[in-house]
């Protein structure tokens, strides 16, 4: 079983529609990376959490470190959203990113 | 202000070629990674340097070397390039803190043949 698991796999939603994807982990982390990759591109950080929640956009982001729990949200989804969304954690006393472990990736699709 | 560069974009190999993949950061990031991204797996950290001078083991570095240049660039060195070495390549960096975000190049395309 893989540290970190993302659902879904994949994701086809018309535009507007409101978006989750989850992710659960199964270690003591001391953050949570939610990033972005555009096909054919580069990876982007959206997020870093440790606690709680947060916002940019129309992108939210939550933690439940009791229950190894993360979603990423978004809002009035746009076919500029297509991409595939990656979790990653960090292992509780790990100094710096070099111990994270990702998760395998959401494929979203926003279709017009 | 570029951020994470890497270059090349795309590359193709013969079996048993070399060849060294290059990244620089803008960012005055001390820690700097090697990733493989493969189908239906998660990143995977083959190298990275913490500093300048310093450079460790991650979770698949067999086959690779890397070089720390300088606090602004990390290079990774496939000296007999194998099949099993075709994957996607990116770099990242990152402040040497608890609390950073990490920042990635576009990625490199290797194609092993």
């Known amino acids: 079983k893989n540290e970190v698991e993302q659902s879904p796999q994949n994701l086809t939603a018309q535009e507007g529609e409101f978006i989750t994807i989850n992710c659960s982990y199964s270690?003591?982390?001391?953050?949570l990376h939610w990033l972005q990759q555009h096909p054919g591109g580069g990876i982007v950080s959206l997020f870093m959490?440790?606690?709680g929640k947060k916002k940019h956009g129309r992108l939210i982001a939550t933690i439940n470190i009791q229950e190894k729990h993360s979603s990423l949200h978004i809002t009035a989804s746009h076919p500029r959203d297509s991409a595939v969304y990656i979790c990653a954690v960090r292992p509780t006393a790990y100094f710096g990113n070099e111990k994270l472990t990702f998760g395998t990736g959401t494929r979203l699709t926003i279709i017009p | 202000n570029a951020g994470v560069t890497q270059t090349p974009k795309f590359q193709v190999l013969k079996t048993g070629q070399s060849m060294t993949l290059q990244c620089a950061q803008d960012?005055?990031?001390?820690?700097m990674y090697w990733y493989r991204q493969d189908p239906g797996m998660g990143l995977r950290l083959i190298y990275y340097s913490a500093s300048e001078g310093t450079t460790d083991k991650g979770e698949v570095p067999n086959g690779y070397n890397v070089s720390r240049l300088n606090k602004r660039e990390f290079s990774l060195r496939l000296e007999s390039a194998a099949p099993s070495q075709t994957s996607v390549y990116f770099c990242a960096s990152s402040a040497r803190d608890r609390d950073t975000e990490a920042f990635f190049g576009q990625g490199t395309r290797l194609t092993v043949v």
């Open positions: 960012m005055n990031h001390n820690s």
């Open positions: 959490l440790s606690s």
């Open positions: 270690v003591g982390i001391s953050a």
